[in-house]
């Protein structure tokens, strides 16, 4: 009695490792599908906000690459570039003051 309950108790490491691997496995898997998904709807999102002109397109200062921000009222933007996470409003403020402005006080 007291045998056969040790045999089939408690798992072995080896089993247990076996187990955790699958989970892996299958938690990867899981992981990549949700991946693909969230990539293609953030993609029709930005598509359907470009297409209504509501999207700011932003090149990074820092790295050249073209960060897109959705131009909602209400929703919070990230600061960071997506590339490599310079502040983007940082870059654009210091682009908007290279532009000179037209009818400056100091012409006056
Ligand atoms: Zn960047």
Redesign the pocket.
């Known amino acids: 009695m007291t045998r056969s309950r040790k045999m089939s108790g408690k798992k072995t490491v080896k089993q247990l490792s076996a187990e955790l691997d699958e989970l892996k496995g299958e938690f990867a898997r899981f992981a990549n599908a949700a991946a693909t998904d969230i990539m293609k709807l953030n993609h029709l999102v930005y598509a359907m906000l470009d297409e209504q002109g509501k999207i700011t397109k932003i090149t990074?200062t820092?790295?050249g690459?073209e960060a897109v921000q959705a131009d909602i009222e209400g929703v919070e933007q990230s600061e960071q570039?997506p590339?490599?996470g310079?502040n983007l409003h940082e870059a654009t403020q210091t682009t908007l003051e290279m532009i000179p402005t037209e009818g400056d006080d100091s012409e006056e």
């Open positions: 990074c820092n790295c690459q570039c590339h490599c310079q």
